[in-house]
């Protein structure tokens, strides 16, 4: 019998192990689908703690994946600090490769201040943070970096068109133990592992565009949490200490995750 060659025997290796995983994925999906009602306790849960914090704050990194007309998948990775205080107080800084930007709102006013190129922009968006993240998203078109998990009831916009609800058992973010549940919605899947234990808090939040070519997918990580009196942040106004010059929203520029340069012809 003639001996397969080192680069066919590394092939035939390799294709084994691939099987072996797909195995070993479907045979667990399939064993870990609780039932829909306690995935939807768990994400409850989270909810009704997420509710009840009258002040929160956190790091965050977000990836962001933007498919090229020729099908190629580009990521974009940014990070930055959320920090609120509900029912109207809000301060977000997001720095990425493209972005380098600050959104403060007291209650009444929201500023964007774009670090770099020293200006800020403002708008009168009076209300509680979530009438601010409707008109950033619909009117400013400056989405809050993951704005689902800042809404009132986060357990209703999460499950909003729900179809289909998977546990897929303990995940392990930033050295949390974590509640891995996956969705699937009319328009997307997303996923969310919540930390285990009586602080439930999101620790990581994919989205996948399933409509869109190639599912890109959005995901925001969330990481030093804190709630209460260990928030440092007081004091929400923005006060102008650089001297930035004032400018109409429509010229300041780069402040998402996507540059705008390529908002136009990418798909996300």
């Not at 009117?139 to 357990?155: I, Q």
């Not at 499950?159 to 995940?171: A, I």
């Amino acid at each position: 019998m003639t001996r397969p060659s080192r680069k066919s025997r590394h092939r035939f290796s390799a294709a084994l192990a691939a099987g072996a995983l797909a195995l070993i994925v479907c045979g667990s999906l399939s064993v870990t689908r609780a039932d829909e009602a306690d995935a939807k306790k768990l994400v409850k849960a989270m909810s009704d703690y997420l509710a009840t914090q009258k002040a929160i704050s956190f790091a965050y990194d977000t990836n962001l994946e933007v498919v090229t007309p020729d099908h190629q998948k580009i990521l974009l990775a940014s990070s930055g600090k959320m920090e609120m205080g509900r029912p109207d107080k809000l301060r977000v800084t997001r720095h990425g490769g493209f972005a380098n930007v600050e959104l403060t709102f007291d209650g009444k006013t929201a500023t964007l201040f774009g670090k770099d190129a020293n200006l800020y922009a403002q708008a009168e968006v009076p209300g509680t943070i979530d009438h601010l993240v409707d008109e950033m998203r619909d009117k400013l078109h400056r989405p809050v970096p993951g704005a689902d998990l800042l809404l009132p009831d986060v357990y209703g916009t999460l499950m909003q068109d729900v179809t289909d609800v998977k546990d897929l058992g303990s995940g392990v973010i930033g050295g949390v133990e974590c509640d891995h549940l996956a969705f699937r919605a009319k328009e997307v899947d997303w996923q969310i592992w919540i930390a285990q234990g009586d602080h439930p808090y999101p620790c990581r939040y994919v989205i996948t565009a399933t409509k869109v070519d190639q599912g890109p997918q959005y995901s925001i990580q969330i990481s030093d949490w804190k709630t209460g009196t260990d928030v440092v942040a007081d004091d929400y106004t923005f006060k102008n200490t650089t001297d930035a010059q004032k400018v109409d929203l429509a010229k300041l520029k780069d402040t998402d995750e996507l540059p705008d340069d390529l908002a136009k012809g990418a798909k996300q």
